[in-house]
């Protein structure tokens, strides 16, 4: 869960997390919020992700999740950018 009250983790892992500069961070959030709305923020904090996040998977709170799942406060967003190997 995310450390502040009204906010979420997000979890940035390999090429998303050098795209953005950092492993995870904790962001506000509001009540309505979408993922696809925390990733037009997160890629306005670090532009290095507009190139990356469209190649990602995401899950909130351990679920995939598309642009349009909301996210509730106290969630853990993951992005997930695609591995190679099996």
Excluded: K, N, W
Excluded at 46 to 59: E, I, K, Q, T
Excluded at 64 to 73: E, G, I, K, L, N
């Amino acid at each position: 869960m995310a450390e502040l009250p009204g906010t979420v983790l997000i979890r940035y892992f390999a090429a998303a997390e050098e795209a953005a500069g950092l492993a995870e961070e904790v962001v506000p959030v509001g009540p309505d919020a979408t993922l696809a709305d925390l990733l037009t923020q997160a890629e306005l904090r670090h532009p290095g992700l507009v190139a990356a996040l469209p190649a990602c998977s995401y899950l909130v709170a351990t679920v995939s999740a598309r642009p349009t799942t909301p996210v509730p406060v106290g969630a853990v967003v993951d992005v997930l950018p695609p591995f190679a190997g099996g």
